[in-house]
């Protein structure tokens, strides 16, 4: 019977069996022939770690090289316990072991003990120390560089550069090199350790091993020092070099400069590749031959060498350079040769901010530019404020502009320009500053409003009297912000409204499979969520909204209707925004007479309902509206048109053609606690 839910494949048993040998052997002695194969298996594994680390092309390629470090150093600390246990025992830890006392050692104590003195000194001093130093700074700097690496992620990602899955795979390696290098500043600790532990391992079997010859089989303390000597230093010697070879990884893998490269191509084409080095080099090593008591064959034949390899290097690069010159020119040739590939130029881009080469350094993070960062507060702004997500917002330079010009165009579409002063500050007039300030007159590009472009030197004056003073990034974004806002609406897709339907499914099944698809399919909850976004009415709150929806989508499917249904549901909303509680609000009303005059005017039809209106009447109201809204404007005050409920939908509709910012509200949308008073009356 198989359980489910478990599974062990062979990686999963090797694992395991290489872990539990190093354990067991702590405990069990294990002949000398096992050990032999044991050493054997640790510098193989050795090996292979520093291969692999050479040849990787990105430190992620050996993401678990803190876990090798500690499972390889625990087995070969095991094996030096298994070769203490032999040689304090029999005095024969095996072929290995004695290999390396007879023949790296030399068979004498003092040259074994030399060299493996060395081999500690250089793993100790430089290897470890360095490679400790390098992961301990790679860890810090790592961690410190996270926040920006993110925000740079986000940036490419809110100008198109990225998609969202790609922007989710560099987070994820991101955070994937992070936890890496900061666990690599504590896995170096374990070499440290290992080497350390041999050191020690090493004179306490020098120390054993002496007095366990002289005790039990009689020797003399030089024969006994002598004979144990060399067999703990064979020990010592099997179980450093591996060790060595791990320390050497673990500096490799901490040093690679490059993300994605060749480790051993770029290393030999950085030393190599420039001929003019290898001439110099060449020269002088022939000329120490002939000029110093070196030996002259071998600095001269050493000398040409260098020169011979540097000739036949300018030789294979102006190879490469023609190679590259030719491909070049043949890949134009088959480009134009080629059919063109205009599907590509099919797609719209939602958003797109293009502006000349002047403004180039304020999108330009390198230069200090912050635009890019801006772009990304906007969407969440946006989202924020009227609970829908903005598309892409693509930004690129255009040749073709003036140097300070920039244009927002919406699916291709120029919809809004402006141009600013580089060097400059706009300030601004609020209405109440009687100081005049020197600067150019120019215009607010978001809202028309009067201005000066002033300079630096004029800004903290300006300030300190009233103005409002603003920077060319603030007024790029200001503006930009400002014209998503007013095409917002159309910029709500099918497939956000979707996206929408399934984040709200999550929490409220029951209510979506109600109303989505039995009442409403997803374009008719699209047009009423454009309808509430064309009038600044947040969407963020789609519970709401759909209970609305709900409630009175099984009387009817009228998208206009239904639309004021939920306005009306959003009352508290709506009254909060424009009428805030406590303070009295001058709006505009509309004649009764001129009310029932629209309500007789409404036709239906099978596309909905429309007002038939004599185009000379129309034109009147608007004419006796537009009277009213400039003495708002003189005031200072917002318009805002407060009518019957049935009566809204129609006068916004008749309204919007002529004024398409006008508020029109309904009694039904206004808070009890709301104080309003009629400072005119539309009568047209």
Known sequence: MQSKGFSVNRTDIGVVAYLLAAVMFFIIPIPAGLLDVMLCLNISVALIVLMNALFSKEVLDMSFFPTILLFTTIFRISLNVSSTRLILTTGNPGNVV?????????GNLIIGAIIFLILIIIQFVVINKGSERVAEVSARFSLDAMPGKQMAIDADLSTGAISDEEAKKRRDKLQQESSFFGNMDGATKYVKGDATAGLIITAINIAGGTVMGMVNQGMDFVTALQTYGVITIGDGLSSQIPSLLISLSTGILVTKGSNEADFSGTLVKQLFGLPKVLYIVGGVVAFLGVFTPLSLPLFLAMGGMYIIVGRNMEKTLTEEKTEEVVTEEEEEADEIRRPENVVSLLQVDPIELEFGYGIIPLADVNQGGDLLDRVVMIRRQIALELGTVVPIIRLRDNIQLNPNQYIIKI?????????????????MNPGYVEEDIPGIDTREPSFGLPAKWITEAWRERAESVGYTVV??????????????????????????????????????????????????????????????LREGVSIRDLLSIFEILADHAPSTRDTDLLTEYVRQGLRRAISSKYFPGGETTSVLTLDPALEKEIMSSVRQSENGAYLAIDPERVKSIMDDLGEKMKQF???????????????????????GDYYRDLIVISYNEVEPDAVLQSAGMVTG
């Open 98 to 106: 004695m290999t390396f006392g007879s023949f790296v050692g030399g």
């Open 411 to 427: 699916k291709g579409i120029q919809v809004a320009e402006g141009e600013i002063q580089f060097d400059q500050y706009m300030a």
């Open 471 to 532: 920077d060319p990034p603030s007024i790029i974004a200001t503006h930009l912000t400002e014209v998503i806002r007013a095409h917002i609406a159309e910029l709500l897709t099918r497939q956000d409204v979707n996206n929408l339907v399934d984040n709200l499914k999550e929490s409220n099944p029951a209510l979506v499979d109600e109303l989505i698809p039995k009442l409403l399919g997803i374009g008719e909850v699209q047009k009423v969520l454009q309808n509430l």
């Open 633 to 655: 404007d003189d005031m200072g005050i917002m318009p805002i048109v407060v009518c019957s409920p049935i009566v809204r939908m129609y006068f916004k509709k008749m309204s």
